[in-house]
């Protein structure tokens, strides 16, 4: 069971913390991450962890993104700074078993329900 929330409105350049509580979900030797979707477009991956904490991100937010996580507190986290407006989106935590870091949005099993992020110039 994955439960997103942290997403809001913001202005361009701001920053947002977005949280994933997870429950019923093992992380050792699985993986974790974090989609986003945009009205139209296809669900995209942004981020990715493994039980170790090696990450792997899209070319179109390194270096702005940060995916962590919090195996005590079962959470994952996704830190975003310099938004842009092209970063509106529905965004979404996802999870399967297996250790491999992997952003596409077929390779995950179990899905959160999303929290909305709307970024404004």
């Known amino acids: 069971h994955l439960v997103e929330s942290g997403g809001e409105s913001v202005q361009a350049g701001g920053s947002l913390r977005l949280s994933c509580a997870v429950s019923?979900?093992?992380?050792?030797?699985?993986?974790m991450g974090w989609f986003r979707q945009a009205p139209g477009k296809e669900r995209e991956g942004v981020a990715a962890?493994?039980?170790?904490?090696?990450?792997k991100y899209a070319d179109s937010v390194n270096g702005r993104f940060t995916i962590s996580q919090d195996k005590t507190k079962n959470t994952l986290y996704l830190q975003m700074n310099s938004l842009k407006p092209e970063d509106t989106a529905m965004y979404y935590c996802?999870?399967?078993?297996?250790?491999?870091?992997?952003?596409?949005?077929?390779?995950?099993?179990?899905w959160g329900q999303g929290t909305q992020v709307t970024v404004s110039s």
């Open positions: 962890i493994d039980s170790n904490g090696w990450t």
């Open positions: 996802a999870a399967k078993k297996n250790p491999f870091l992997d952003l596409g949005r077929n390779l995950y099993t179990y």
């Open positions: 019923g979900y093992t992380y050792s030797g699985n993986s």
